[in-house]
């Protein structure tokens, strides 16, 4: 019978290959986690029906800023959750935004529904 044997260093390489491959393909594509809301057709978009995602800011500067940030919230949480394809604010419906002026600076609440 024949008897294999693996080098103790070949183990982390192979390890990190898997999970440099699987990282890769979980950011540039979706979670799958997306069919779990119903769709509805936008022009040429396809968007969430009813489903939304909210981003916040707090502490910038100026509103820009502020709104920026939050914006990059919405869209980071909404890649994590459903993939890249979906974060893209620009193509987001239903957008609210609301800033507020303290004396800590500007901050930033959002709304939107996911499109792709």
Known sequence: MARLSFSV????????ACVA???FAASADE????????????????CYADHTHYG????????KSAT???????AGFTAFEYGTTWANFNKATAKKIG???????WGCEIEARPCK
């Open 56 to 63: 916040s800011s707090a502490g910038h500067r100026d509103k």
């Open 21 to 23: 491959a699987t990282s």
């Open 9 to 16: 260093v070949a183990i982390p390489v192979i390890a990190t």
């Open 31 to 46: 979670t799958g986690l997306a069919s779990m809301h119903e769709w509805k057709r936008v022009g040429k978009l396809t």
């Open 68 to 74: 920026a940030a939050a914006i990059k919230d919405w």
């Open 99 to 105: 800033c507020t002026q303290s004396p800590s600076g």
